[in-house]
């Protein structure tokens, strides 16, 4: 079973940075893709980054240039940097992991509120 914990949200000022980390337990992170999707009150859920099993990365037009997607296989532990974030990035980041077989696990999120 798999299971994914969120950390490192919080409030920040407009042109400010944090990092999440995700914690991931199991023995299929290493061979699996992680990502991180958000939500902001209201609206949808938004896809935001991925990073392969192999370290290939992709970003929404929204986050490029701003965020970056890393992973540590050896902690089982992805991480979203970002930086100079806006308060539209304010939402719940959710970080997914999807397996080789396709099957998608999710943490409970972490809030990120940028605001002055």
């Known amino acids: 079973q798999v299971q994914l914990v969120e950390s490192g949200g919080g409030l920040v000022q407009p042109g400010g940075s944090l990092r999440l980390s995700c914690a991931a337990s199991g023995s299929i992170f290493s061979i699996s893709a992680m990502g991180w999707y958000r939500q902001a009150p209201g609206q949808q859920r938004d896809w935001v980054t991925v990073i392969g099993a192999r370290g290939s990365t992709n970003y929404a037009d929204s986050v490029k240039g701003r965020f970056t997607i890393s992973r540590d296989n050896a902690k089982n532990t992805v991480y979203l940097q970002m930086n100079d974030l806006k308060p539209e990035d304010t939402a719940l980041y959710y970080c997914?992991?999807?397996?080789?077989?396709?099957?998608?696990?999710w943490g409970r999120g972490t809030q990120v509120t940028v605001s002055s």
């Open positions: 997914y992991l999807r397996s080789p077989g396709s099957a998608q696990y």
